[in-house]
T-cell receptor, first 112, second 115 residues
Framework: NAGVTQTPKFQVLKTGQSMTLQCAQD?????MSWYRQDPGMGLRLIHYSVGAGITDQGEVPNGYNVSRSTTEDFPLRLLSAAPSQTSVYFCASIRGTGGSYTFGSGTRLTVV | AQSVTQLDSQVPVFEEAPVELRCNYS??????LFWYVQYPNQGLQLLLK??????LVKGINGFEAEFNKSQTSFHLRKPSVHISDTAEYFCAVSGRNNQGGKLIFGQGTELSVKP
């Protein structure tokens, strides 16, 4: 099992550019989430999904879109990147409530 | 909705000394509680979790935590730390009401173990 796979690992964007951060899991987990990590602020929830076709906003959803067409994939889209979106992004999945979350290795995004 | 407050942003301690990292939470529903560790330039690793039952939870690397419902706390402890415990520690909470995927983290505590 690969677990949770995030691509790319590093990315530099110019302000206003768009991109998609990919997240895939092969554990048949129903729940998936996206977080951003910034110094001194811990991990903040961006969006989460409780199953294919169902997504909801987290703590900091502005500037990000998600969709979940399959159980395995949960891409995060930045429509118009801003320097404030410079961060490390983590994707996570879990089979059911109370289980252990599995995290990807992260994507380090810099917006210049 | 849930929220988590880690009461110390940095905790310096000498090797072989005991340590406590404090975590308080707020929630309108019953919760599951977690502690994660992040070593420099690495991802997150689960230390321990409280789901139900005994309020004293033992985890990996000699860490343990105690769930206190009346004080809404979930403090992490280790009786004797090592240099290798230097890392950032995160407390997290999720609601029991089928909100899988909605794990809320605290701001983190940097544990620095000095020789």
């Amino acid at each position: 099992n690969a677990g949770v796979t995030q691509t790319p690992k590093f990315q530099v964007l110019k302000t206003g550019q768009s991109m998609t951060l990919q997240c895939a899991q092969d554990m048949n987990h129903e729940y998936m989430s996206w977080y951003r990590q910034d110094p001194g602020m811990g991990l903040r929830l961006i969006h989460y999904s409780v199953g294919a076709g169902i997504t909801d906003q987290g703590e900091v959803p502005n500037g990000y879109n998600v969709s979940r067409s399959t159980t395995e994939d949960f891409p995060l889209r930045l429509l118009s990147a801003a320097p404030s979106q410079t961060s490390v992004y983590f994707c996570a999945s879990i089979r059911g409530t109370g289980g252990s979350y599995t995290f990807g290795s992260g994507t380090r995004l810099t917006v210049v | 909705a849930q929220s988590v407050t880690q009461l110390d942003s940095q905790v310096p301690v000498f090797e072989e000394a005991p340590v406590e990292l404090r975590c308080n939470y707020s929630s309108s529903v019953s919760v599951y509680l977690f502690w994660y560790v992040q070593y420099p330039n690495q991802g997150l690793q689960l230390l321990l979790k409280y789901l139900s039952g005994s309020t004293l939870v033992k985890g990996i690397n000699g860490f343990e935590a105690e769930f206190n419902k009346s004080q809404t706390s979930f403090h992490l402890r280790k009786p004797s730390v090592h240099i290798s415990d230097t890392a950032e520690y995160f407390c997290a909470v999720s609601g029991r009401n089928n909100q899988g995927g909605k794990l809320i983290f605290g701001q983190g505590t940097e544990l620095s173990v000095k020789p």
